[in-house]
Each structure stands twice: as C-alpha cells, then as structure tokens.
C-alpha cells in the first residue's frame, strides 16, 4: 500500500529547503487529495486566487487518484523534522495525460506547469470504519441512536451512562452488529471518573476516534423560585460533563491522529425562554465552549475538529425525567399533564433521526449541527431578531396564559 507518508516533499523556510517525509503539515502546495473516505481535506487559503482547483486536469487527476486502491491517507503525527518549518511543498506530481500514470517526486516537479496553490490542512472523518468513539448518556435516547447507527457503521464503542439498566440494553442492541462494544456506569459530572473512563477506553480499544458529549438534564423554573442547588445540579452535568470529557478524550484523540469532539448543546443554546434560565445558562455555556474549542483546534492542526450539535424537539426522556421548581409545580398540581409530559408532546424528532444528522455533521467536518425543524425557525428568528425576539416570546406566553 502506498502512504501519503511515502511521498517526496520539499520543507521551506525563508527561501531554503530541505527534503523530507510527509507526516503532518501546517501549509500544502498543489492538488493532493480524492474526496472520498478519507479523514482529511485540502481546501484553497482564502488567500489565494484564481486557482487551478477546477480545472479539467486537475479534475482528471483527482479522479485518477481516487481509483487507486493503493492510496491511503497517513495517520502518523508530524515528525519534528517537518513540524519545525512553516511552509512545505507537497511534489505529488500530475497525470501524465499519455499514459495516464501518476509522477511523483522530483519527476512531477521537473515537468509540472500548473501553478502551486496553498491549502490549509483540515481534519475530516469521512468513514467511521474501525474508529472507537466513546458516547455519554448512551443508555437512551440520541446516546442510544448514535451508538446503533456507529455501530452499524463498523465503529467500535464505549459506551457510558449513569443508568446501568438502559445502558446494558443499549450493549446488547449494538453488540448486535459484530462491533466491539464496552460499557461502563458514568457519571459525568465527575470529573476522576470521567478521567479515569477515558484512559480505560484506550486501555480497552487501543485508542479513541470520538467523543460524544451527549449526556443532559433538564430543569424549568423562574430565577427567583429556582434553588441555588437546581443551578449547581444542571451546570455540574450539561456544562461540566462536557469540560471534563472534552479535556480527558482530547490527548488520547490527538494521539490517534483522526479525531472529533461532538457536543451536545440546545436550541436553548442559541435561544432563550422565561422559565428555562438554569438550562439556557447551561446549554448556552456548552456553545461557547465548544466554539472556541474548534477554533483552537483549527489554529493547531492537530487532526482533531469540534461541533457543537443544538437539537430541537427530540423525542428522548430528558422532558419527562426533568425537575421542576416553584411556580412550574403550582402550575403542574392545576393541570391534567405534568410539565414534562406536556412539553413532551411538543418532541417530533426521532432520535435516530437525529443521530443520522450529527454523524453527516462529523462527516463533513460541521461547526454547527441543528436538528429539526424547530431549531432552524428558532436560529433564524434569533438571527433576524437578535434581542427584539424576547418580546415575540414574552407576548407569546401572555396570550396562552
């Protein structure tokens, strides 16, 4: 099989150069990449214009790369030799239009005529076959659906849930697959288990592809009714569960050298209500964090990436499973259904619905997943309306009163 890592390249600093082996760079110059099943991309600097890229010989080399069965993408780190420079060409070479065989090396460079274009270097995971990805809350709802659908992917999975009933019947759907599945009773606001979770999946699997952030509660109830332990309750699980196994995952996906970090926030991350403050407060803080996560990580080039997913209505047991504080009991002791069952009546996403959209999110490298219909009416009023649509919410509520 021949290595992306088995090409010439040539390393620049300041107008010398070096030879060397490709293992990882910050700058690439020319066509290097198919398109298909491979965990990472060239795109065009925004710096650059009037780029080759589309050309139809850039076109007929692509397609020729991509027919190859020998091509693989390397996942090696990169070497210290390549790292310390700042800039290399990456000498792939062109299609000889005669022939049709791939020139490499010094021979591409010698009869190369297209110009060089720069590419930046962009992690994207195309395929989940033979990944691990580790997955809180996974013994129910959007947790359960990604861990049957990766598995019906052929990735393996650690699977982790604080319900060890739920989560032993989600292993046993899964390992349905012929997958490699572990499971174990997590509890994600704390953080040496959560630590301790991630180094006994790499212990387990050999290494760690993905983490899913998935695992959240829900809590309703105005500021001034809500207690100081309803807000410590809520922050220590949807905020902290996703820091604590954002930091634990990250240096194990960084050593696999093709990873992805996928957060869980809300559309009450992007969209605030009365009543839902402690929840806003946590599904807001999930969407700043992860945000500038993913910008760091694209400043490091590391081959790891980020996306914050913000679902809609989905149909899980968060609603029903959630607590509720001051005036929403007075209201639930005066209605026929409880707060929770009736804010469930209002979920239409199905959680494998929603699991097929935030796996095509990992495929394609997304900063931002939304999921359902809801939160792409909801995102957009926010956008049109940015602070004027509190009124629209407020004046809402007055009239189903």
Same mark, same amino acid.
């Given at each position: 099989m021949m290595l992306l890592s088995d090409l010439d390249i040539e390393t620049c600093d300041q107008g010398r150069s070096s030879s060397g082996r490709f293992h990882g760079c910050t700058r690439v110059s020319c066509i290097t990449i198919p398109l298909n099943d491979l965990s990472c991309e060239f795109r065009p600097n925004s710096e650059v214009k009037n780029t080759a890229c589309g050309s139809p010989r850039i076109q007929q080399f692509w397609s020729h790369l991509m027919s190859r069965s020998d091509f693989a993408m390397s996942s090696a780190q990169p070497s210290t030799e390549v790292s310390k420079f700042d *800039? !290399?060409? /990456? #000498? %792939? +070479?062109?299609l000889d239009a005669k022939s049709g065989s791939l020139q490499t090396g010094s021979s591409a460079k010698a009869s190369r005529t297209d110009r060089d274009v720069r590419y930046d270097f962009l992690p994207r995971m195309k395929s989940f076959n033979d990944k691990v990805a580790a997955i809180t809350g996974a013994g129910s709802g959007i947790g359960r @659906? #990604?861990? /049957? *659908? &990766?598995a019906r992917n052929h990735c393996s999975l650690a699977l982790g849930d604080i319900d060890e009933r739920? &989560? @032993? *019947?989600?292993?046993?759907l899964a390992t349905r697959h012929s997958v490699r599945v572990t499971s174990c009773k997590v509890d994600v606001s704390d953080r040496a288990a959560i630590h301790a979770w991630a180094d006994q999946v790499v212990s387990d699997h050999g290494k760690a592809n993905l983490i899913f952030n998935n695992a959240g509660v829900a809590h309703a109830g105005t500021v001034e009714d809500t207690d100081y332990a309803d807000y410590e309750w809520i922050m220590s699980i949807n905020f902290w569960g996703v820091v604590y196994g954002t930091k634990a995952f990250l240096p194990h996906l960084k050593k696999s050298g093709a990873g992805h970090i996928v957060n869980l926030s809300s559309v009450f991350g992007l969209f605030a209500q009365p009543t839902m403050g402690s929840y806003n407060a946590s599904k807001f803080a999930v969407r700043g964090f992860t945000e500038s996560l993913r910008q760091e990580l694209d400043l490091m080039n590391c081959g790891v990436s980020a996306t914050c997913v913000h679902p809609g209505g989905i149909k899980t047991n968060i609603a029903r499973a959630a607590r !509720?504080? +001051?005036?929403?009991l007075d209201l639930s002791r005066n209605q026929k259904v409880s707060p929770g069952e009736a804010a469930d009546r209002l979920l239409r996403t199905k959680p494998e619905k929603a699991a097929e959209r935030i796996l095509a999110g990992v495929r394609r490298n997304a900063r931002r997943? &939304? %999921?359902g219909g809801d939160a792409y009416m909801l995102d957009m009023m926010q956008r049109l309306l940015p602070s004027s649509y509190q009124r629209l919410v407020t004046a809402s509520v007055r009239l189903a009163r």
């Amino acid at each position: 099989m021949m290595l992306l890592s088995d090409l010439d390249i040539e390393t620049c600093d300041q107008g010398r150069s070096s030879s060397g082996r490709f293992h990882g760079c910050t700058r690439v110059s020319c066509i290097t990449i198919p398109l298909n099943d491979l965990s990472c991309e060239f795109r065009p600097n925004s710096e650059v214009k009037n780029t080759a890229c589309g050309s139809p010989r850039i076109q007929q080399f692509w397609s020729h790369l991509m027919s190859r069965s020998d091509f693989a993408m390397s996942s090696a780190q990169p070497s210290t030799e390549v790292s310390k420079f700042d *800039e !290399f060409s /990456l #000498l %792939i +070479g062109k299609l000889d239009a005669k022939s049709g065989s791939l020139q490499t090396g010094s021979s591409a460079k010698a009869s190369r005529t297209d110009r060089d274009v720069r590419y930046d270097f962009l992690p994207r995971m195309k395929s989940f076959n033979d990944k691990v990805a580790a997955i809180t809350g996974a013994g129910s709802g959007i947790g359960r @659906a #990604l861990a /049957l *659908e &990766l598995a019906r992917n052929h990735c393996s999975l650690a699977l982790g849930d604080i319900d060890e009933r739920t &989560l @032993a *019947e989600t292993t046993d759907l899964a390992t349905r697959h012929s997958v490699r599945v572990t499971s174990c009773k997590v509890d994600v606001s704390d953080r040496a288990a959560i630590h301790a979770w991630a180094d006994q999946v790499v212990s387990d699997h050999g290494k760690a592809n993905l983490i899913f952030n998935n695992a959240g509660v829900a809590h309703a109830g105005t500021v001034e009714d809500t207690d100081y332990a309803d807000y410590e309750w809520i922050m220590s699980i949807n905020f902290w569960g996703v820091v604590y196994g954002t930091k634990a995952f990250l240096p194990h996906l960084k050593k696999s050298g093709a990873g992805h970090i996928v957060n869980l926030s809300s559309v009450f991350g992007l969209f605030a209500q009365p009543t839902m403050g402690s929840y806003n407060a946590s599904k807001f803080a999930v969407r700043g964090f992860t945000e500038s996560l993913r910008q760091e990580l694209d400043l490091m080039n590391c081959g790891v990436s980020a996306t914050c997913v913000h679902p809609g209505g989905i149909k899980t047991n968060i609603a029903r499973a959630a607590r !509720f504080s +001051g005036t929403m009991l007075d209201l639930s002791r005066n209605q026929k259904v409880s707060p929770g069952e009736a804010a469930d009546r209002l979920l239409r996403t199905k959680p494998e619905k929603a699991a097929e959209r935030i796996l095509a999110g990992v495929r394609r490298n997304a900063r931002r997943v &939304l %999921i359902g219909g809801d939160a792409y009416m909801l995102d957009m009023m926010q956008r049109l309306l940015p602070s004027s649509y509190q009124r629209l919410v407020t004046a809402s509520v007055r009239l189903a009163r």
